[in-house]
């Protein structure tokens, strides 16, 4: 009656059918199953809630322990998912920008004191004459005795005055100064001629504006005579940040293929970024600078460059962190932070836990006879519940792990020595001397040297 192909079909429709009458009651039963412990679970956590506010020792605010109860269901996930609360996200979404208005200063809580670690060259705090070590007592003669609130009210609207109270070694009264706020940019990228025809740039984090910034680097090396012919890329001590902002970089210097893949339950959260053509083509030599304090972005950055043949990586094992994270806005001004994806290099290589390996293994020591630097050890796998590497495998240990200490530099002061000069400055210029002290950039401008003079003995 039929054909040996709609026969098929019929067959294979009946089966649908009988399927789905089958198994349709099942999976409601599930559902309403999955519904009802869910309802379970949120009358315990009320009755929870209920308790401790009736009998604990301290009066609790509902507030805090419903932050603090979603704090801890979402950081037990993995460690880079938190509960933003509407003041952590305003900061994220500064730290992030190019720009944040205020007086100018990068500060610390050291000896409980509010702490200038260094005033940012050009702004209102620097031309005020605020040093590094000043310890801030006041702010508008209010004690400051918590940092995040004391960054609060140093920051304001652009042409507000603000009075900070210092405290400085050598002066015996407490000093008084007035500030007049100002528009502060965040740079992301310092550069720098290490000699003629080789660049070094620097980028420190992952904002909004670092293409922008790198473009304006690069060009500016570019044009300089004679022209370029290698480039050292640092990302030490780069913890990441805007994902887009490592693609586009990734691009500037790569020309086809893919960068990155991630890989999430959502297809929202899978994607693949391909490379563009660059314009102009930057085809000259780079070395790039990685170590255990590269994390995130920079990571992407890294293995985008090394997968793709583009550039040699030196220095130590990187941080490991191969999860991309996605901001959700929640009521009132907070907001999730949640890991939705896992990343993969060109090659489809997961970082997770196991971080991108340098093709030449350099540990760093700086020769100076002021701060020895020494590489980061605390990685991604050392965190509390950090995500498992793909198929669940525990990442091994890197193989540039140092088996002895590495030995400080001849009359190096150890200690962080106040005002004591490092090679690489977030707030001052870069200085290609200092930098020639340091010695993964030594080391990575000799590799550079060198293939170029092998390309003209090549040559002929």
Not at 205 to 211: D, G, K, M, Q, S
Not at 268 to 280: D, Q
Request: proline share 6%; net charge neutral; hydrophobic share 35%.
């Amino acid at each position: 009656m039929f054909g040996s192909r709609n026969t098929s079909r019929w067959v294979m429709a009946l089966v649908i059918i009988l399927a789905i009458a089958v198994f349709a009651p099942g999976a409601y039963r599930l559902l309403a199953a999955e519904k009802e412990e869910t309802y379970q679970g949120l009358k315990l956590f009320t009755d929870a809630i209920d308790i401790v506010q009736k009998d604990y020792v301290d009066e609790v605010q509902p507030k805090t322990l419903i932050e603090n109860a979603i704090q801890g269901m979402v950081s037990s996930l993995d460690p880079h998912s938190s509960l933003l609360t509407p003041d952590a996200f305003k900061e994220l979404q500064i730290d992030t920008q190019g720009e944040f208005t205020g007086i100018g200063i990068h500060v610390t809580m050291r000896d409980n004191l509010v702490t200038v670690i260094s005033p940012i060259e050009g702004t209102p705090a620097y031309e005020a004459g605020i040093k590094a070590g000043d310890k801030i007592i006041k702010v508008d003669g209010t004690t400051t005795d918590n940092l995040n609130d004391a960054v609060k009210r140093m920051r304001g609207p652009k042409g507000t005055e603000v009075t900070i109270t210092i405290v400085r070694e050598g002066e015996p009264k407490p000093m008084d100064f007035k500030l007049i706020r100002d528009v502060i940019p965040i740079h992301s990228v310092k550069a720098v001629q290490l000699q003629p025809g080789y660049g070094y740039v620097w980028i420190t984090h992952f904002r909004e504006n670092t293409l922008e910034d790198l473009l304006a680097a690069l060009q500016k090396l570019e044009k300089a005579d004679p022209p370029m012919k290698g480039l050292v890329l640092d990302l030490r001590d780069n913890p990441g940040g805007v994902l887009n902002q490592a693609i586009d970089v990734s691009d500037v210097f790569i020309d086809e293929g893919v960068i990155m893949t991630s890989k999430g339950r959502l297809k929202r959260h899978t994607k693949t970024y391909m490379a563009t053509k660059s314009n102009p083509p930057r085809t000259y030599p780079m070395v790039v600078l990685i170590n255990g304090g590269s994390a995130s972005a920079s990571e992407i950055v890294a293995g985008a460059l090394q997968d793709s043949k583009r550039a040699l990586l030196l220095g130590t094992t990187t941080f490991g962190k191969g999860s991309v994270q996605a901001i959700e806005n929640l009521s009132d001004g907070y907001a999730l932070k949640l890991t939705v994806a896992r990343y993969y290099t060109p090659s489809g290589r997961s970082i997770q836990a196991k971080g991108v390996e340098p093709d030449i293994v350099v540990p760093h020591q700086i020769i100076t006879e002021e701060v020895a630097d020494k590489d980061r050890t605390f990685k991604e796998r050392d965190l509390a519940n950090h995500l498992e590497s793909e198929g669940g495998e525990n990442a091994p240990e890197p193989k540039d792990k140092p088996k002895e200490k590495a030995p400080e530099p001849k009359d190096s002061k150890s200690k962080d020595k106040e005002g004591a000069k490092p090679v690489r400055s977030r707030v001052s210029p870069l200085n290609a001397e200092q930098l020639l002290k340091d010695n993964q950039v030594r080391r990575a401008l000799d590799i550079l040297i060198s293939h170029d003079i092998f390309k003209k003995l090549a040559n002929g």
